[in-house]
């Protein structure tokens, strides 16, 4: 039986891509590198991946037109600033090592 390539090779990439998680830290700022950003009251997930890990995204949730920041900078080193803005830190889990 000849099973169609497309889907195996599909399968095989979103298995092995990390993805990660966006967790909540508190409120507050963090001025660093602008790496772009996302209309909306939370960070997009897509966007929290292996190389993201431990960096920071700020979402202004109390504006008119919310949106959140991404910052090249790790949420541990984020020294404050004058916004106030929701902070998260992408986590991303370890590979399993299953299949």
């Known amino acids: 039986m000849r099973r169609p390539l497309l889907p195996m090779l599909l399968m095989a990439l979103v ?3 990390q993805a990660g998680t966006w967790v909540f830290v508190g409120q507050g700022d963090c001025p660093g590198p602008h790496l772009g ?3 909306g009251k939370e960070p997009e997930f897509e966007r929290c991946d292996a190389e993201f890990a431990g960096k920071t995204a700020l979402c ?3 504006v ?3 949106g959140c920041d991404f910052i090249d900078l ?3 080193d ?3 600033g004058a ?4 902070v998260y830190t992408c986590v991303v889990e370890p590979p399993s090592g299953k299949p």
């Open 83 to 86: 916004e106030l803005a929701d």
């Open 37 to 39: 950003g996302n209309s």
């Open 15 to 17: 298995s092995t891509a």
């Open 74 to 76: 790790p949420t541990k």
């Open 78 to 80: 984020c020294a404050g």
């Open 64 to 66: 008119c037109n919310p």
């Open 60 to 62: 202004y949730t109390t």
